[in-house]
């Protein structure tokens, strides 16, 4: 009879240690519960000011125009006999402002004139060719401008063709390098070719007299 007690004191006592032992802890995690409303949304906060304009800068001084940056001569005599024997001949003109600068990066046009007679003489830009001569020019030196003209067919040149000669030099109309190398033909400025231009194009354009 005392055994038996003892053996249910000792069922007890386990079942006992059993149900302590397994908390609520020690279970499985439950299914996550539904998600909850969106708050409401705040609301926009004030836009920036703007910022102030900047101011603008000054205005430049308008550059030169017409004959105030252009050089041009009056009408030169020519110094080519009557008539020329030789199949070429030159002769030279001093120009002042022939400058090392303004055959690097001026426009140097020469143009010859003729008279025929007529009220309105001929005016041509050089170089020009008649039947049988060329007519031209080149820079011989710093300040030096040579009047040339040679035969085409290898013959006399004979009576000459102008009477005399004007030069008009454009400082800063010209790449650098240009018309002291081939002649003194380059000319352009930008999009103006000034080669392209008729002498009363040139007069009108730079208010030459």
């Not at 030169?64 to 030159?90: K, L, P, R």
């Not at 008649?130 to 009047?147: A, E, F, M, P, W």
């Amino acid at each position: 009879m005392k055994t038996r007690k003892i053996r249910i004191l000792i069922h007890l006592a386990v079942l006992g240690l059993l149900i302590v032992s397994c908390s609520a802890e020690d279970g499985a995690t439950g299914p996550a519960g539904p998600a909850g409303p969106q708050g409401e949304q705040g609301t926009a906060g004030a836009d920036g000011a703007d910022g102030t304009d900047g101011t603008n800068g000054e205005q430049g001084d308008q550059g030169d125009t017409g004959t105030a940056n252009v050089i041009f001569s009056d009408w030169i005599d020519t110094e080519f006999a009557a008539n020329i024997i030789a199949t070429g001949a030159g002769f030279d003109i001093d120009v002042a402002e022939l400058t090392q600068e303004n055959i690097n990066e001026a426009a140097i046009l020469v143009y010859g004139r003729n008279f025929p007679g007529l009220s309105t003489p001929d005016i041509f830009p050089l170089p020009f060719i008649t039947s049988s001569n060329q007519h031209n020019y080149r820079i011989q030196d710093v300040g030096v401008l040579r009047i040339t003209i040679a035969s085409i067919e290898g013959l006399s040149i004979g009576s000459p063709f102008f009477e005399d000669y004007r030069y008009v030099i454009i400082p800063g109309g010209n790449p650098a390098g240009g018309p002291g190398a081939g002649g003194g033909l380059g000319t352009k400025n930008g999009s103006v070719d000034y080669t392209k231009m008729s002498y009363k194009e040139i007069t009108d354009h730079f208010g030459i007299e």
